[in-house]
Nanobody, 123 residues
Framework: QVLLVESGGGSVQAGGSLRLSCTAS????????QAWFRQAPGKDREFVAG????????NYADSIKGRFAISRDDAKNTVYLQMNSLKPEDTAVYYC????????????????WGQGTQVTVSP
């Protein structure tokens, strides 16, 4: 059984930064591709960023390119999402997800999900 636990959410003013963390337990972390999704009220859950376990290659949604960065520390079984230049439209619950395959945008790719962490950006 693999558990994903997110942390690092909170409230920040526009232009500020936050770093989200997602720590996995229960399985070889280094063989999992990881991704971050987010879901704003009344909207579908959308792909934000992902990192492939085999190549280390990363993918980003267009809406956050140049502002967010995903990284991982296999020694700590943790993946991070550094969020800079935050905007009110980044307000959402952010979810960590994992798959034994490669990173893609559709939610159905991912077998494992965390419980989510709230990020609120005020104007």
């Amino acid at each position: 059984q693999v558990l994903l636990v997110e942390s690092g959410g909170g409230s920040v003013q526009a232009g500020g930064s936050l770093r989200l963390s997602c720590t996995a337990s229960g399985r070889t972390f280094s063989r999992l591709s990881q991704a971050w999704f987010r879901q704003a009220p009344g909207k579908d859950r959308e792909f934000v960023a992902g990192i492939n376990w085999f190549t280390g290659g990363v993918n980003y949604a267009d809406s956050i390119k140049g502002r967010f960065a995903i990284s991982r520390d296999d020694a700590k079984n943790t993946v991070y999402l550094q969020m800079n230049s935050l905007k009110p439209e980044d307000t959402a619950v952010y979810y960590c997800a994992a798959t034994g395959g490669i990173v893609t945008a559709p939610r159905s790719t991912y077998e494992l999900w965390g419980q989510g962490t709230q990020v609120t950006v005020s104007p």
